[in-house]
């Protein structure tokens, strides 16, 4: 699709589109073949909608369920994002699906069982931490012992895939965690631990 001069490509890539208007503001993400409406007002959406109609074959599919790994589910006060099947994907990929669940993604210490001798498999090394990484937009809680993981990914031990087990064996445990936006005033809370 090639923007009008309605709609406006965003600097930070070739993917996203936003129209301002009198009425509000369009948002449209392209993916391959896939295409997200959002913005401020219905009826700018629906009309746009309408539009594409007209001009391409599509199918609507209404409100947004899942998106390149991203679970949506929405009610009338919150939406929640989470990636429980995508999560899932890794844990059965890194062969944990029978592991016990870890209280905490990585070890305080951070020694962990294994030998300092290179692990066997880098590539599929390097493919669960990219899946971690990803798999951070809805649990930033990982983000620490993902870090620490991905610095390792081009020298990784069994020691290194140990903890990466870790992970993932914390991840089978909060699978159903994700991000909730609710309706109301957005009130920014930080913790933090004196480590």
Same mark, same amino acid.
């Given at each position: 699709?090639?923007?009008?001069?309605?709609?406006?490509?965003?600097?930070?890539?070739?993917?996203?589109?936003?129209?301002?208007?009198?009425?509000?503001?369009?948002?449209?993400?392209?993916?391959?073949?896939?295409?997200?409406?959002?913005?401020?007002?219905?009826?700018?959406?629906?009309?746009?909608?309408?539009?594409?109609?007209?001009?391409?074959?599509?199918?609507?599919?209404?409100?947004?369920?899942?998106?390149?790994?991203?679970?949506?589910?929405?009610?009338?006060?919150?939406? %929640?994002?989470?990636?429980?099947?995508?999560? $899932?994907? *890794?844990?059965? @990929?890194?062969?944990? /699906? +029978?592991?016990?669940?870890?209280?905490?993604?990585?070890?305080?210490?951070?020694?962990?069982?294994?030998?300092?001798?290179?692990?066997?498999?880098?590539?599929?090394?390097?493919?669960?931490?990219?899946?971690?990484?990803?798999?951070?937009?809805?649990?930033?809680?990982?983000?620490?012992?993902?870090?620490?993981?991905?610095?390792?990914?081009?020298?990784?031990?069994?020691?290194?895939?140990?903890?990466?087990?870790?992970?993932?064996?914390?991840?089978?445990?909060?699978? %159903?965690?994700?991000?909730?936006?609710?309706? $109301?005033? *957005?009130?920014? @809370?930080?913790?933090? /631990? +004196?480590?």
């Amino acid at each position: 699709m090639v923007p009008t001069p309605l709609i406006l490509s965003c600097g930070t890539g070739l993917s996203l589109f936003v129209k301002h208007s009198a009425t509000g503001i369009l948002i449209l993400l392209l993916y391959v073949n896939d295409i997200v409406v959002t913005g401020s007002s219905p009826t700018l959406i629906h009309d746009f909608i309408n539009c594409m109609h007209h001009e391409f074959q599509m199918k609507d599919l209404a409100s947004l369920k899942y998106f390149l790994g991203l679970e949506v589910e929405r009610t009338n006060d919150r939406l %929640l994002l989470h990636q429980t099947k995508y999560a $899932g994907e *890794l844990i059965h @990929r890194a062969g944990v /699906d +029978s592991c016990t669940t870890t209280p905490t993604p990585i070890s305080p210490s951070r020694s962990t069982n294994g030998a300092d001798v290179s692990f066997h498999n880098p590539r599929l090394f390097r493919s669960l931490v990219g899946g971690l990484q990803y798999l951070t937009v809805t649990h930033p809680d990982i983000q620490f012992a993902v870090n620490y993981v991905a610095q390792k990914m081009h020298s990784s031990t069994e020691k290194d895939f140990h903890t990466l087990k870790s992970i993932l064996q914390y991840v089978k445990g909060t699978i %159903l965690y994700g991000l909730i936006y609710s309706r $109301g005033d *957005l009130r920014l @809370r930080g913790y933090s /631990d +004196s480590d």
